[in-house]
């Protein structure tokens, strides 16, 4: 599998969680001091986080606040103006086994509408990298038929990807990610175009996999779904405002100060929708053009 190419605020009692409580041989991605810009504007700066093996991490953050980028330094997609990030223990612009992560990029699925090849063989796809002597075997087969099957979509396997809608896509790309034996998953913005019943089924289907042990590095614009699915929170706007549970997270200010806004009662409803249930009152998620970078 490969990787498909993809204002400064100052910060106060900035609250983190850098260090695993496993140690460092259970860390699967290890950002530390990154700073990165495009020309002379700074994207991201000094931020530092770490995902330990069977973390499930939601980063959120207004729209342009360097979200997108910084997954894409993390995978060794981008090369760091000054610090480093470390995948699965490896340098990340040193490494090698992608087959090791499945990337869901925010465009996967506006790509692959002119693909005329079917779901099954997309997924796989997610075997090339362990199919001996560049042949595809029975046993390969049958993991892409064992990960169609995981998520939800094994009587699709022969219908064109085409032909599937936004979630169905997504679904088909985490399938293709599973069949490869990825380690980590890593998403940007998946729910984007996605219809509110099946944005709830595929939070499911994540929680459901990370309960299985898989690791998972989200970016969302959907605040109240990565405070209900995530087990930690990081906010960024640059920099980062606050790494940790996202009940410490509800409970902080930090979303009012990297958003530059009073939401208001945020207290016993955390992702701020009320009164707005769709959450895009002044497009605070950054749901409108993404993240922009």
């Not at 169905?168 to 984007?192: C, F, H, K, N, S």
Request: charged share 30%.
């Amino acid at each position: 599998m490969s990787f498909e190419g993809i204002p400064s605020i100052g910060v106060d009692a900035v609250e983190t969680n850098r260090s695993g409580e496993n140690g460092e041989a259970d860390r699967v991605v290890d950002v530390v001091d990154l700073t990165f810009g495009y020309a002379a504007a700074p994207v991201v700066e000094d931020v530092s986080f770490g995902v330990d093996r069977g973390d499930y991490v939601g980063v959120i953050g207004p729209n342009g606040s360097g979200k997108s980028t910084l997954l894409r330094l993390a995978l060794g997609l981008h090369e760091p103006d000054a610090g480093s990030c470390r995948l699965l223990g490896h340098p990340s612009l040193a490494f090698a086994e992608r087959e090791r992560v499945g990337y869901v990029a925010q465009d996967v699925t506006e790509n692959t509408k002119r693909m005329p090849i079917t779901v099954a063989e997309v997924v796989l796809m997610g075997r090339f990298p362990h199919a001996g002597f560049g042949r595809v075997t029975q046993s390969d087969r049958e993991r892409v038929r064992e990960a169609l099957r995981t998520v939800g979509m094994e009587r699709l396997a022969d219908r064109k990807i085409t032909a599937l809608s936004g979630g169905q896509r997504q679904r088909a790309y985490i399938a293709r990610a599973l069949a490869g034996e990825a380690e980590l998953l890593v998403l940007d913005e998946p729910t984007v175009g996605v219809d509110a019943e099946s944005v709830d089924a595929f939070f499911e289907l994540l929680s459901d996999l990370n309960d299985e042990g898989m690791t998972i590095l989200l970016v969302e614009h959907d605040i109240g779904a990565v405070l209900e699915h995530a087990s930690r929170v990081i906010c960024l706007n640059r920099e980062v405002y606050f790494d940790g549970s996202p009940t410490a997270f509800a409970e902080s200010d930090a979303l009012d100060r990297a958003y530059g806004t009073n939401l208001g009662g945020r207290k016993g409803d955390p992702d701020g929708r009320k009164g707005d249930p769709d959450g895009r009152k002044g497009d605070l998620d950054g749901r409108n053009g993404g993240d922009g970078r």
